[in-house]
């Protein structure tokens, strides 16, 4: 059935003059329909994605945008296309705090970068954090207080930053989690509004939100610069990413610039620890809805050693944890629409696609194909049992994206989602307080818009979820 469209799909396109407009919505004059896009992000996206197959096109605020919803089409837009493309506008905004990082840099600036971040991510790399993570996971659940249901999003953010304090920091940052805490809520907030087409004209604007913003980043700022000084004159430096990045830049480039290397750490600093909470946060709320589930994998986790490297070099090991992780992360994707801006006159799937044209993809609606997923809305996490994820062509389950510019900590996720997994279930049950699902704040991630409150039991060697 999936062949026969695609072969649809392909005879119509090679009759189509590559002139016109995929089919989509009007809307009002300029807005488009921001207005929706506004009330409802993600159902305008799936309205979009699920209504015009394999694209639909939209003109919003002065661009033009194309809705990419097959395998074939995101392979087409961000793989084919990546040559002539660069990261959307509306996530240039945000390089007010980011600078020229690695998430929106560009050209050889960003090769250069993503070269050196990636061999800092490499593999053996990741597999020395190990004990590092496992330890701070030890550290922080020995310290939770059940008596009182627990709101896991906020638990699993302090969870997150302390592990990425001490693997890419390589610092001691508990004194100050309340301050980097409020800092990084104040930046999302405002990237959640510079984020949408109408945001993005807005954001210089000084409104008190981006006076708020600023000072934020000052906060972060200071820090990262601080820990960059320790660490490039301490005699016995700590073992982080920021030792290996400072190390690698004063190698590759004897007067490298301390702003660019600022730029990379808090760009792989907030990547990186928002997203690993929200997925622990969205996995933890799903097994206190499956509580069959949540026994099974917590029998996996019995006598498991996170600290031994074979659990990641060796895919059978731990496969219920991995498989509520992969089907977390298709219901539940962090980062649950990406876009790209075409920069130069070209054409997609037989229609015209003008320079400046803004294509787009939601992994949240395409990991929610029946044809490929079916009961697409259930958590099921034996659908990831024989092997599917090999089965699966990159268009089809995007969580870490798609393209040269996917997701450069996906090694270090996986890694440190397990760690946290095996270290919650193994001491703790986790409990349902309501059955309603929560309710979503999307911006560039996508993150429960209320606190999610857990009940939480102690494991005493008898299940008790
Ligand atoms: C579950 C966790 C994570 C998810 C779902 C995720 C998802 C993604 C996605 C979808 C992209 C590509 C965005 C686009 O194409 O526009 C991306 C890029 C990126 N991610 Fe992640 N990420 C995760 C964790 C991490 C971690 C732990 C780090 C670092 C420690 C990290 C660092 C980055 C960076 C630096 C980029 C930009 C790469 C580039 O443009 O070359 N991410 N991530």
Known sequence: MWAESHLREVTSMQQREPTERPPGPRG??????????????????????????????????????????????????????????????????????????????????????????????????????????????????????????????????????????????????????????????EIAKFFEFVVTPHGFLLRKFPTPARSRFLRSARVLDELIYRLIEASLTAAEPQPSLLTRLAHAWRDADGDFERKLLRDDLLTIFLAGHETTALTLTYALNLLAQHPEIQVRAAAETAGVDV????????????????????????????????????????????????????????????HRQQEVFPEPDSFKPDRWSGGLVERLSPGTYLPFGIGPRRCVG??????????????????????KTTDALPRLQPAITIRPRHPVLLRVVRNDGLNRI
């Open 307 to 366: 600290v031994d490297y074979a659990l990641f070099s060796d895919a059978a090991k731990l496969p219920l944890v991995r498989a509520i992780i992969r089907e977390t992360l298709r219901l539940y994707p962090p980062a649950w629409i990406f876009a790209r801006e075409i920069t130069g006159d070209d054409t997609l799937l037989g229609y015209s696609l003008p320079k400046g044209s803004v294509i787009v993809t939601s992994p949240w609606w395409i």
């Open 28 to 185: 009002l004059p300029w807005l488009g329909k921001a207005l929706s896009y506004a009330r409802d992000p993600v159902a305008f996206a799936g309205s979009m994605i699920n209504g015009h197959k394999p694209i639909g096109h939209i003109r919003s605020c002065g661009w033009s945008f194309y809705f990419l919803s097959t395998p074939d089409a995101v392979e087409e837009g961000f793989i084919g296309k990546a040559r002539k493309s660069i990261k959307a506008p509306f996530l240039r905004g945000i390089d007010e705090v980011l600078g020229a990082g690695l998430l929106v840099a560009e050209g050889d600036a960003w090769r250069k970068q993503r070269k050196l971040v990636q061999h800092a991510f490499m593999p053996e790399q990741v597999l020395s954090w190990l004990p590092v993570m496992s330890r701070r996971c030890d550290v922080v659940l020995e310290g939770w207080d059940v008596t009182a249901p627990i709101a896991i999003d906020q638990a699993m953010m302090s969870l997150t930053l302390d592990i990425m304090s001490h693997s890419i920091l390589g610092a001691d940052l508990r004194l100050a989690h309340g301050s980097i805490k409020d800092a990084v809520d």
């Open 410 to 431: 996906q090694l270090f996720a996986e890694a440190e989602l397990v760690v946290a997994l095996v270290g919650l279930l193994k001491r703790f049950g986790f409990q």
